[in-house]
């Protein structure tokens, strides 16, 4: 059945506008990069997706995004994106138009001028008054009390991620994952949502999985890969959800450290879908299907004792 599915509770503009798309014949991959736009163009309901996210430590404004094509595995990629508004537009431009899956930084930015991408002015006001007043560098730092003084702000609540996965009438899986990453991040930090493999990976053979939260603990066990290869095993994608959660909860656990607040989604290649985040996370996901959209919560999964 046609199905997209979106993170987040701002996942629902998301679904609403690739659904649309879906529903008129439109290809898997053009719903959910239409879908995954509407949210980067929309500056008053999230701080770290698009134009208005909240900045990196020293007030840079930097955007990443991948797309994946199920159908062929056509992949691209940009990170550390600057003064460009659709960063997952210029990800698919990479894939259309280059021998390449990942550009960064100025090279990205050349390229997307080449492509005829406008520089745009990426702050808000609202945004960076909040950078004045919460950014560590412009006051002193938390003292540690056995080593030097500690980075403040940078932790598991300051992101949000749109990863939108559509199944269209053809099915046929696409999928795009967009986000400004960290607030306060290290200049030069990049999460998982530009990686294919960690942010996302579709295969209509296997199924869609894309994953929001702390980028690095997703990163570290190859989050959506991990996600799709458990479906091409025969798991449900509930299951294969589930099952990527108990391994960042594990690896974590290696580590000596309480599990971060992650979450996975996926399709299948029917167009059922699951998703599972860590404890804490409290993550919600749109699904649209049959011409509505609903919010769903997803399953918990609590590290193991």
């Not at 599990?259 to 996901?285: E, I, K, S, W």
């Amino acid at each position: 059945m046609p199905t997209i599915i979106a993170t987040w509770p701002f996942g629902r503009l998301a679904a609403e506008t690739g659904l649309a798309r879906i529903a008129r014949g439109d290809a898997a991959l053009d719903a959910a990069l239409a879908g995954a736009q509407a949210v980067e163009d929309d500056t008053t309901s999230r701080t770290s997706v698009g134009f208005g996210s909240l900045p990196d430590r020293i007030g840079r404004l930097t955007l990443d995004a991948c797309v994946m094509d199920g159908r062929t595995l056509s992949c691209g990629a940009v990170a550390g994106l600057e003064h460009v508004r659709h960063p997952a537009a210029v990800a698919r431009r990479v894939m259309e138009k280059t021998p390449h899956v990942f550009l960064v930084g100025e090279g990205a930015k050349w390229f997307a001028l080449q492509e005829g991408f406008p520089l745009e002015y990426p702050y808000t006001v609202a945004a960076m008054r909040e950078w004045e007043e919460k950014n560590p560098a412009r006051r002193p730092p938390v003292p540690k009390k056995d080593g030097p003084a500690q980075m403040a702000d940078i932790d598991e609540h300051n992101h949000d991620t749109v990863t939108v996965l559509a199944h269209d009438q053809k099915g046929n899986l696409g999928g795009v994952c967009t986000t400004s990453g960290l607030a306060y991040k290290l200049p030069g930090r990049v999460g998982d949502s530009p990686i294919i493999g960690a942010g996302l990976y579709v295969d209509d053979q296997a199924g869609a999985a894309g994953a929001t939260g702390v980028g690095e603990e997703i990163i570290r066990i190859g989050g959506s890969l991990f996600v799709v290869e458990q479906m091409r095993a025969g798991k449900t994608p509930q299951e294969a959800c589930e099952l990527a959660c108990r391994r960042v909860n594990a690896a974590a656990a290696r580590r000596g450290v309480h599990p971060a607040q992650v979450a996975f989604l996926a399709l299948d290649p029917r167009g059922n879908h699951g998703a599972a985040c860590t404890q804490r996370a409290n993550f919600v996901y749109a699904v649209g299907r049959d011409g509505r959209v609903e919010m769903v919560r997803a399953r918990e999964v609590p590290p193991t004792a």
